[in-house]
Nanobody, 115 residues
Framework: QVQLVESGGGLVQAGGSLRLSCAASGSIFNINTMAWYRQAPGKQRELVANIPSWGIPNYADSVKGRFTISRDNAKNTVFLRMNSLKPEDTAVYLC?????????WGQGTQVTVSS
């Protein structure tokens, strides 16, 4: 089993920045893709960004140019730097990790952007 713990969420004004972190622990041997999703009240969960163990990151159109995903493989940690935040970015942000075709989710961290 893999456990994921997110941190870094909070309340920020529009135009501000936050940096989310997600640390994986447990039975880790070869994490493939690491990703951030978000879910706003009454809406479906959506992909924000993902980053494979190799290759280039992928971003949702709504966050391109504002958010940056990165990972530290030595620490099994994925980050999401969020700049120029907008009220519509308000959501619970969840970390996802894929290892050996199994998908693991974190509990989520709340991000609230005030106008």
């Amino acid at each position: 089993q893999v456990q994921l713990v997110e941190s870094g969420g909070g309340l920020v004004q529009a135009g501000g920045s936050l940096r989310l972190s997600c640390a994986a622990s447990g039975s880790i041997f070869n994490i493939n893709t690491m990703a951030w999703y978000r879910q706003a009240p009454g809406k479906q969960r959506e992909l924000v960004a993902n980053i494979p163990s190799w290759g280039i990151p992928n971003y949702a159109d709504s966050v391109k140019g504002r958010f940056t995903i990165s990972r530290d493989n030595a620490k099994n940690t994925v980050f999401l730097r969020m700049n120029s935040l907008k009220p519509e970015d308000t959501a619970v942000y969840l970390c996802q990790v894929i290892q050996a075709s199994r998908v693991y989710w974190g509990q989520g961290t709340q991000v609230t952007v005030s106008s």
